[in-house]
């Protein structure tokens, strides 16, 4: 065997890889397939390859699939004043604000919580416009492939998109962070999950759920009944279930759950999206 083939069998793998390209994958179950095989000889690391499935798969999802709905988003109407409206900014603490005129269905313009900064140096709150304040809204469909949104939020600037249906009306809203996380896994910041909680709701109504947290505490926040008596964690209860250690956006259905992953590395589970199935929420009902 030449020299180029004894260093750890690092020639031959290599030779595989440009083998597989050449020939190209057939679907894109056998490059993922690749992609594991070249994290399995640590040609990429756990975060490297989580990313590049993260950016494979999200080819598959609409902006439906992770939009904030229509129900749960923050608004301002442009007829509101300043004392109106701060109340609800300061408590919900987003960057970006859809301002609406009679309906929710009639968006006017993009606020920025920064371009409120100048308020605080203004002796006449009275002369204050909102619609001096406010950016373009850009429309897009509940059908649009989240690869094509990410390409136009990266090419106009943008970082919020407004949803609309079939009909014209609103459905929602999305943000590019929305996007990001689905190829990266959550990026948490301030406003996720704190370090002394374990479980945070989000506004599509799923839950963001920490992989340790324990399991007589889930069972209090979602009123069920699973055993303790094998795993003391969320974690044991779906690496069980699963059969394995699950990678990132893998899903299992737990009784009346599903769990996907969000973060994972090649140890343990970091991060679940836990999504209510309906017919939890009929018995709820």
């Keep these: 065997m030449s020299e180029d083939r004894s260093i750890n069998g690092q020639k031959t793998w290599l030779e595989k890889i ?11 179950q056998e490059l993922l397939t690749l ?10 690391d756990s975060e490297a390859l989580a ?11 609409q902006v439906r699939d992770i939009m904030v709905p229509r129900s749960q988003m923050v608004s301002i109407k442009a007829c509101q004043t300043p004392k109106e409206f701060l109340p609800a900014i300061i408590e919900s603490a987003h960057s970006r604000y859809p301002v609406i005129g009679e309906s929710l269905d009639e968006v006017i313009g993009i606020l920025l919580a920064k371009d409120l900064l100048p308020l605080v140096l203004q002796d006449d709150s009275k002369q204050f416009d909102i619609k001096d304040l406010l950016r373009p809204t850009t429309f897009v469909p509940e059908s649009k492939r989240l690869n094509v949104l990410l390409r136009e939020f990266r ?23 929305d996007v990001l996380e689905q190829i990266v896994g959550d990026i948490e ?15 599509s109504g799923d839950f963001l759920v920490k ?9 209090e926040s979602f009123a069920c009944r699973f055993s303790d008596d094998e795993f003391d964690t ?23 759950f599903r769990f996907r ?8 589970v970091h991060l679940l999206r836990l999504t209510p199935l309906p017919r939890a929420a009929a018995l709820n009902g």
Excluded: C, W
């Design 35 to 44: 992609l594991r095989e070249a994290h399995q000889n640590k040609l990429l």
């Design 189 to 203: 910041d301030e406003h996720d999950v704190e370090e002394d909680s374990y479980i945070k709701p989000l506004p």
């Design 18 to 28: 440009a083998q597989a390209f050449a020939h190209e994958p057939k679907n894109r």
């Design 155 to 177: 090419a106009n600037h943008n970082h919020m998109a407004v949803v609309i249906d079939e009909y014209g009306g609103v459905a929602g809203l999305v943000t590019i962070e």
């Design 234 to 256: 969320v974690a044991g209860l779906v690496m069980n279930a699963f059969g394995h250690l699950p990678k990132r956006n893998e899903v299992t259905e737990i009784g009346d």
């Design 51 to 61: 990313i590049v499935e993260g950016a494979i798969q999200v080819g598959d999802l």
């Design 261 to 268: 992953v969000l973060s994972a590395d090649s140890r343990r």
């Design 211 to 219: 992989a340790l947290t324990p399991i007589d505490s889930f069972n």
